[in-house]
Every structure is written in structure tokens, then in C-alpha cells.
């Protein structure tokens, strides 16, 4: 079996981000997660194994989701993204290339497979 890459779980909803911690875990990911953007960056700063990162937009702090998505775009062009939202305003979606939207709610099914294809679409160079 094949090492599978590093995912991050920026989402500020306790919950949701054991959730879906969880659910990546239970199929070889390895996960960090993260309650908010700025905590997100940070880690991204410090970890280099990070393939893929999955970020919700509306959070606390200094930073959101969609900042969080700027940085990354400006700093690790070729990480992938995948924004859980509940709306995504047309405008993010427009400027975002590489970026994969999931609509919450969403299944494990649903998160399974923009998780595989983030990766597919991405040949991981850290």
C-alpha cells in the first residue's frame, strides 16, 4: 500500500473538523487540522508534506477562508484546494483555477471523491 499524502482540515466548527478528520483517517490519510485560516497558514508554513488542504470559508480571525486561499494560491501555486461552503460567491469561484468547491452539506462520498481528484489533478511536489 502506497503512503498516501498529507490533508489539512482548516474548519472553525469543532465538530466538523473531528468529522471530518475522521473520515480521511479512516482511508489512509494523513490529517492536520486546524480551527481557523491563520492556524491553517501556520501550519502550512511549518509542514512541507501537505498535499491537498480543505478549508471552509467563513471563519474567525484575521483571516477566512478565502484569504487562507489567496495566501496559498500566492505562496504554493501548485497545492490543491477544496473549499466547503454553503454558497460560494461567484466571484471567488471565477478567480480560484485549481480549486475544487464542495457544497455543504456534503457526504463522505462527496469528500472521498473532490479529495481524489484534487490529488489526480495534482502531481505533489510539496
Known amino acids: 500500500m502506497s503512503v498516501r499524502p498529507a490533508i489539512l482540515v482548516v474548519e472553525d466548527d469543532p465538530a466538523l473538523r473531528i468529522t471530518l478528520s475522521e473520515m480521511l483517517s479512516e482511508h489512509g490519510f494523513p490529517v492536520v487540522a486546524a480551527g481557523s485560516a491563520d492556524e491553517g497558514l ?7 508534506d501537505i498535499a491537498a488542504i480543505i478549508t471552509d470559508v467563513v471563519m474567525p480571525g484575521t483571516l477566512d477562508g478565502l484569504g487562507l486561499l489567496s495566501e496559498i494560491r500566492r505562496r504554493w501555486p501548485c497545492k490543491r484546494v477544496i473549499v466547503a461552503s454553503w454558497r460560494m460567491p461567484a466571484e471567488a469561484a471565477a478567480n480560484a483555477p485549481g ?6 452539506p456534503f457526504g463522505e462520498a462527496s469528500l ?3 479529495v481524489e481528484t484534487a490529488l489526480q ?3 505533489y511536489r510539496g
Do not use: Q
Open 42 to 48: 501556520g501550519v502550512l508554513l511549518h509542514r512541507e
Open 112 to 114: 472521498l471523491e473532490a
Open 121 to 123: 489533478t495534482h502531481a
Open 99 to 104: 480549486t475544487i468547491f464542495l457544497a455543504k
